[in-house]
């Protein structure tokens, strides 16, 4: 009897940002799932408006037979990027392994491919870092750069990740009463928010302070300090 194969995809969103979440997104879908998708103009999350995305997140909620979100705190990356011998890399690889676990979980014996969007430029010792981590070594990766934009599985785990924290965004957003922007160090609105709002905020650890953006922040903020006084 013929294994049934089956295909997960998992990619990141918000690695970037100086303000907010990491979200590590996955998906699990079998042949007839990644056909619907392709129908449905599944792709990249980069390259869908807004309200594209949260309508194509749902059918592909509707659609995988799994789907798996994982909210990384700032808290937790800074942890990460100040732990001796650790770092984004490292916590990211972690993090999606447990993506993967969870997904393969119930599909014990059955064949699996999975598609994983590599955040390292040094993709064959990061492919072993995340390797280190997977449960079920029977699963055949393939772990690319650009895998959100050339993979369907991979595309859709974008989606879900990207939709995922721009919610987490907004209600941040709600909870403090201001527009603090995309939370990119590049935005304009975030740096006015930054350079308004830092002290006000810092207590509810909404910023990565290990990001140089932050660092920067502070040195010029006690370099005022000093002249002021």
Not at 19 to 46: H, N, Q, R, Y
Not at 80 to 96: R, S
Not at 158 to 180: M, N
Request: charged share 30%; aromatic share 6%.
């Amino acid at each position: 009897m013929t294994k049934e194969e089956f295909f997960i995809g998992v990619d990141d969103a918000g690695r970037g940002p100086v303000i907010g979440p990491m979200v590590i997104g996955g998906v699990l879908l079998d042949e007839l799932a990644a056909k619907e998708f392709k129908k449905i103009g599944v792709t990249d999350s980069k390259q869908l408006l807004p309200g594209t995305r949260e309508k194509l997140a749902k059918e592909i909620k509707n659609l995988s037979l799994g789907v798996e979100a994982i909210i990384i705190s700032p808290e937790e990356i800074d942890n990460a990027v100040q732990t001796p011998g650790f770092n984004l890399n490292k916590l990211e690889a972690m993090k999606m392994a447990e993506v993967i676990n969870r997904l393969s979980e119930a599909r014990e014996g059955d064949k699996i491919t999975v598609y994983v969007d590599c955040p390292s430029v040094n993709i064959a010792a990061w492919k072993n870092v995340l390797l280190s981590f997977v449960k079920r070594k029977d699963m055949i990766f393939k772990v690319e750069h650009k895998c959100d934009v050339n993979h369907i599985e991979c595309s859709a785990a974008s989606i879900v990740a990207k939709v995922t924290r721009d919610g987490e965004i907004e209600k941040l957003k709600a909870e403090i009463k201001e527009d603090f922007g995309s939370g990119y160090p590049a935005d304009p609105v975030t740096k006015k928010f930054l350079k308004n709002n830092r002290e006000k905020y810092r207590h509810l650890k909404i910023f990565r302070e290990s990001w140089q953006t932050m660092k920067n922040h502070d040195s010029n903020h006690e370099e005022k300090q000093k002249k002021l006084f």
